[in-house]
């Protein structure tokens, strides 16, 4: 609340191995509170270095469990998965999902979404040949776009962004639209925006004090219309393959969720209805779209403030793939350096540093502590990317984390982009694929020349809350 003097308290109280319970209390003015909130990720470092790697901070009137560093998180996600497979509250959108569809779904109806979800993802060639041949092709429409530049400068976001959704595109919408598509491009930009306006200190302060801001006017309710609007294009598609379905041949993931909810149309506890099913589409397009092409936004910008790196990947293309032979799949495990530098993209930029939130769905004992069922966890995975026990320059872009001393390509079990354990990415297969297709596709072809000297080249995020997002920038495709 703001006082006469434009005053905001901000509760924390920190539980930690190390030191007993602690109040701590901060007088903000709103400014500073906002600047606080960009730096959440710093602030819990901060935090982990003077309490340890568990803690407990308020969220406004919440209580959240803060886990940091792999040791912890992994303990929480994968030896306690089944206790830590809860979705947490995410406030900033709850008011559009209410606890619908698969991402923000829990109990039986999130295992029931999940299983099917994966089954289709599956059937329609998530993992196989069929989608890798889509992949590149839609490689293909993109380097035709790239070119019709002519090496002119340009932002490359919805170039990126049109071409990823397409393949997520083809799998719930059984087709791919064109990249003039006027709609299909406001979709693009609502896309981004709602990223973005998710990241914002406003979102987050909506998080924190939901209660009251549902209630009050201001930029914190743009991202609620967005997603609304969203969910009606999705409406609309539904609507479309209902008139058309043909039960014996689904041609895309609506139909075969529509033909589920004609199978269950006598049970009126199912799962499968129109609500789950406009929501959980919009969960994979949503996905399938943002995350894969920010994460290559950042590469294309690391290659230009690396140029010896580039240099490093045109010619292990040059010596595995040639300059006429499309990449495949397959060249991956003969391309160590090239995997090792998109593994160190995706986890230097760290698209989504604070995770989305776990819910222990029963009483936990948990590192000596007990969470009563019902408790949020946030595990930071920016704090997992960046354990220095596992990586020894966490905060430099350094591709030979993922390197043995012979060059060949080395695991490291600290890499979770995608999380982990049950709620782990339902497209992690689908991204790893598109992000290496597309970035060898685009340095086979092109050269990536920056406006600016590379010294000059900033990486810090645009935005940084609920995601990294990568900054606004131009450089020109030059054809090699």
């Not at 779904?105 to 060639?125: K, V, Y």
């Amino acid at each position: 609340m703001i006082s006469s003097h434009q005053k905001t308290w901000v509760w924390l109280l920190i539980s930690t191995q190390h030191a007993p319970t602690t109040w701590a209390s901060w007088t903000l003015s709103p400014g500073t509170l906002l600047d606080h909130l960009r730096s959440a990720i710093t602030c819990c470092k901060s935090l982990r270095e003077k309490y340890g790697p568990v803690f407990t901070v308020y969220m406004g009137p919440r209580p959240v469990v803060v886990l940091c560093g792999h040791e912890a998180v992994k303990e929480a996600l994968v030896d306690q998965a089944d206790n830590f497979s809860g979705r947490g509250e995410l406030a900033t959108i709850e008011r559009n999902f209410q606890g619908h569809g698969l991402a923000m779904a829990n109990g039986e109806r999130w295992r029931i979404l999940r299983r099917f979800s994966l089954t289709i993802l599956r059937d329609f060639g998530m993992g196989k040949r069929s989608i890798e041949e889509r992949i590149q092709e839609e490689a293909g429409f993109l380097l035709k776009e790239l070119r019709k530049t002519k090496g002119a400068p340009i932002d490359p976001t919805f170039f990126l962004s049109r071409t990823v959704s397409n393949v997520i595109s083809a799998i719930v919408f059984g087709s791919r639209f064109d990249y003039e598509d006027k709609q299909f491009q406001k979709l693009m930009q609502m896309i981004n925006e709602s990223f973005t306006e998710m990241s914002t200190p406003w979102a987050q302060l909506y998080d924190m004090y939901s209660g009251i801001m549902q209630y009050l006017p201001g930029r914190h309710n743009h991202i609620y219309y967005l997603i609304e609007e969203l969910k009606d294009f999705i409406a609309s598609r539904v609507k479309i393959n209902e008139a058309s379905l043909d039960p014996q041949n689904p041609r895309d993931f609506i139909d075969c969720f529509l033909i589920k909810m004609h199978q269950d149309k006598s049970n009126p506890y199912t799962e499968f209805n129109f609500k789950n099913l406009v929501l959980t589409t919009l969960n994979l397009f949503f996905a399938g779209t943002e995350t894969v092409s920010s994460t290559l936004r950042y590469g294309l910008l690391l290659m230009m403030k690396y140029p010896e790196v580039e240099a490093k990947i045109h010619e292990e293309i040059e010596q595995v793939i040639g300059s006429r032979r499309i990449p495949s799949v397959d060249d991956r495990v003969k391309m160590p350096y090239t995997d090792a530098v998109i593994h160190e993209i995706q986890r230097l930029t760290d698209i989504v540093p604070m995770g989305v939130p776990h819910n222990v769905i029963r009483d936990t004992h948990f590192r000596g502590y007990f969470l009563p069922k019902g408790t949020d966890v946030f595990p930071l995975l920016g704090s997992v990317l960046k354990d220095p026990k596992y990586f020894r320059y966490p905060d430099a872009f350094y591709p030979q984390h993922f390197l043995d001393d012979q060059g060949h390509f080395k695991k490291n079990e600290a890499f979770v982009p995608f999380s982990s354990g049950k709620r782990i990415c339902l497209g992690e297969a689908l991204a790893r694929m598109e992000l290496f297709l597309y970035f060898t596709s685009i340095l086979q072809n092109f050269s990536l020349r920056s406006l600016v000297p590379p010294a000059d080249i900033d990486i810090t995020p645009k935005v940084s809350g609920f995601g990294n997002i990568p900054p606004t920038y131009e450089l020109c495709f030059m054809v090699r």
